[in-house]
């Protein structure tokens, strides 16, 4: 029987290239680290490509700043604002922003990174912190040029970009964050499990039931939706792949209320 979830995913990578998006595939370092990331077509033309560690990020940075000055006065696409959407727990990155980026690529470069254990993102580290995504983030950006972004994060993603404008001040100039803390302490996680009717956050963000995934889509979601249940038992199976991993990540999240620091972000 034919997955819905799965059988949706060529038709959405179908649409997003025929917005002028294509799919790159960035090797961050050698021990294994890759980024999968929907990157404006002016990257890489017609088809996706990958990025080696060997490709001199500032070559590449250079080459975008060239082709900038020489067509600033035909408003190229390389002269727009740069956009990074970063996706939360519940998907990956092109499913979380099927329906934004329709609207947004006419006037925004947009960069729609998969997380590492989302999508086709994966790592060898060992390293499971929003510290480590962030950086993961970041290095995609620098390897393609980015320079200067505005940053928009959901959930999960809300921490990373946190992480991400703390960190490099000068590459995130703003952020846009929904349904997230900067810091995931002990009292947070405690209230937030408590409001929300759930015994823990690898319950609520890793469901295994069908009752579980409808608890999390129905927050994770403004308006309520109806989908037949094999719709949600397809999304199942194809959206919480890398259990173990997961689960690790969420424990990377969890700090002491006595240790959480809160920066004083810049932008």
Same mark, same amino acid.
């Given at each position: 029987?034919?997955?819905?979830?799965?059988?949706?995913?060529?038709?959405?990578?179908?649409?997003?290239?025929?917005?002028? %998006?294509?799919?790159?595939?960035?090797?961050? &370092?050698?021990?294994? *680290?890759?980024m999968?990331?929907?990157?404006?077509?002016?990257?890489?033309? @017609?088809?996706?490509?990958?990025? /080696?560690? %060997?490709?001199?990020?500032? *070559?590449?940075? +250079?080459?975008k700043?060239?082709? *900038? @000055?020489?067509?600033?006065?035909?408003?190229?696409?390389?002269?727009?604002?740069?956009?990074? %959407?970063?996706?939360g727990?519940?998907?990956?990155?092109?499913?979380?922003?099927?329906?934004?980026?329709?609207?947004?690529?006419?006037? !925004?470069? %947009? !960069?729609?990174?998969? =997380?590492?254990?989302?999508?086709?993102? /994966?790592? +060898?580290?060992?390293?499971?912190?929003?510290?480590?995504?962030?950086?993961?983030?970041?290095?995609?950006?620098?390897? =393609?040029?980015? +320079?200067?972004?505005?940053?928009?994060?959901? /959930?999960?993603?809300?921490?990373?970009?946190? @992480? =991400?404008?703390?960190?490099?001040?000068?590459?995130?100039?703003? #952020?846009?964050? /929904?349904?997230?803390v900067?810091?995931m302490?002990?009292?947070?996680?405690?209230?937030?499990?408590?409001?929300?009717?759930?015994?823990?956050?690898?319950?609520? #963000? $890793?469901?295994?039931t069908?009752?579980?995934l409808? +608890?999390? #889509?129905?927050?994770s979601?403004?308006?309520k $939706?109806?989908?037949?249940?094999?719709? !949600?038992?397809?999304?199942?199976?194809?959206?919480?792949?890398?259990?173990? &991993?997961?689960?690790?990540?969420?424990?990377? =999240?969890?700090?002491s *209320? $006595?240790?959480?620091?809160?920066?004083?972000?810049?932008?």
């Amino acid at each position: 029987m034919v997955n819905f979830i799965e059988a949706q995913k060529p038709m959405l990578s179908r649409l997003m290239k025929m917005a002028g %998006l294509r799919p790159i595939e960035i090797e961050l &370092e050698p021990a294994g *680290t890759t980024m999968h990331i929907w990157a404006p077509k002016h990257h890489v033309g @017609k088809k996706g490509t990958t990025i /080696s560690p %060997l490709d001199d990020p500032a *070559t590449a940075a +250079a080459a975008k700043k060239n082709s *900038t @000055k020489k067509s600033k006065k035909k408003r190229s696409p390389e002269s727009r604002p740069n956009v990074v %959407l970063i996706h939360g727990f519940a998907a990956e990155g092109n499913v979380t922003w099927q329906f934004n980026f329709g609207v947004l690529v006419s006037r !925004y470069n %947009l !960069y729609i990174p998969d =997380l590492m254990f989302f999508g086709k993102s /994966s790592t +060898a580290s060992a390293d499971r912190s929003p510290d480590f995504q962030a950086a993961c983030v970041a290095g995609a950006l620098a390897r =393609l040029g980015v +320079a200067r972004c505005d940053v928009v994060g959901f /959930s999960y993603g809300g921490m990373v970009a946190f @992480k =991400l404008a703390e960190a490099r001040p000068e590459m995130v100039r703003s #952020l846009c964050v /929904s349904g997230s803390v900067v810091a995931m302490t002990d009292a947070v996680n405690r209230e937030a499990m408590e409001r929300l009717g759930a015994g823990s956050s690898a319950e609520l #963000l $890793m469901p295994e039931t069908l009752k579980g995934l409808k +608890a999390l #889509l129905s927050i994770s979601m403004f308006r309520k $939706m109806w989908f037949p249940d094999r719709f !949600y038992k397809d999304y199942l199976k194809v959206m919480f792949t890398n259990r173990k &991993e997961r689960m690790e990540l969420l424990q990377g =999240l969890l700090t002491s *209320t $006595m240790d959480a620091k809160i920066p004083a972000f810049q932008q």
